[in-house]
């Protein structure tokens, strides 16, 4: 009886995999995942624009939602943040396909599994933002983290838990940067050849080291509200940049890491093609 279980069991666990896999493969959701990069990608653009201006005149806030505001005062800007909803959503399900069979790659299993659940959620929570954007009713990212450190902080070891967010958060950073720098990126799509493969490998490579400092001194930021209780400078890209622009030089560095944002944005776009799937 145990056996005969134990054979159901994985029989069912076989259905549940090939269904998945017939999920991820299926174009009806390769299609929209692709308007999901496409539409991140332009999302980027955007926020590169913004960081720019940030850098060079220290006003405005540079983030997603930011950049999704931006969107809105476009005439029909609704359907395009529609459009860009629907292919964030398809991405994650994609990502979460992903994060079930762990086809291919390299490293441990359950740390690439928890990479594409992490990008999963990450891309979910920007779609639901687009969707609040379309429907007038538009959630402040900055705003929204601060909110979310304070409720950290007066929980009882809540400085513990959000100084361990930010080097979480550090940890992300650090990963994309080593990405860019090793050009892992290149795994994830149809490098072409000649002149447009290199040119695509060059927006990669400076795109992912910008991303990657703009989200470590996110991170860095986190953990210095964590230190000083000031739930106030926890408000994620935004208190990143913030952290950035009191270096020496920290507007020319934002500006820097803003035409490297719009790198990666143009580098994103491109995968909507070129990605493997």
Same mark, same amino acid.
């Given at each position: ?20 896999? *017939? ?13 999901? =990069? ?62 079930? #069979? ?18 999963? *959620? ?8 687009? *969707? ?82 703009? *989200? ?20 994620? #890209? ?14 020319? #560095? ?22 493997? =799937?």
């Amino acid at each position: 009886m145990t056996s005969a279980k134990a054979e159901g069991a994985e029989a069912g666990k076989a259905d549940v995999r090939k269904a998945v896999r *017939v999920a991820g493969d299926s174009k009806l959701l390769e299609i929209p995942a692709r308007v999901g =990069f496409a539409a991140s990608g332009v999302i980027q653009v955007l926020l590169g624009g913004l960081a720019i201006q940030f850098g060079a005149t220290h006003v405005g806030e540079a983030d997603q939602t930011g950049a999704l505001e931006e969107v809105t005062k476009v005439p029909g800007g609704f359907i395009v943040l529609w459009v860009a909803a629907i292919g964030l959503f398809a991405l994650a399900l994609w990502l979460l396909t992903e994060a079930i #069979l762990v086809r291919g790659g390299s490293g441990s299993a359950w740390a690439r599994r928890l990479q594409h659940l992490s990008k999963a *959620v990450a891309y979910a929570v920007f779609g639901f933002t687009a *969707v609040a954007f379309a429907q007038g009713h538009p959630t402040h990212a900055s705003d929204t983290t601060r909110q979310l450190s304070t409720g950290i902080l007066s929980t009882p070891g809540g400085q513990l838990l959000l100084g361990v967010a930010g080097l979480v958060v550090c940890g992300v950073g650090v990963y994309f940067v080593v990405k860019g720098v090793r050009r892992r990126f290149r795994r994830d799509i149809q490098v072409p050849s000649g002149t447009a493969g290199r040119g695509v490998t060059i927006l990669g490579v400076v795109g992912y080291l910008a991303k990657g400092i703009v *989200v470590g001194a996110a991170g860095a930021a986190f953990i210095l509200a964590a230190i000083r209780v000031q739930p106030a400078n926890a408000t994620g #890209l935004t208190g990143g940049l913030d952290t950035l622009v009191q270096l020496p030089f920290g507007g020319l #560095l934002i500006v820097v890491l803003g035409v490297g944002l719009i790198a990666s944005g143009v580098y994103n776009v491109a995968r909507a093609w070129l990605a493997r =799937f």
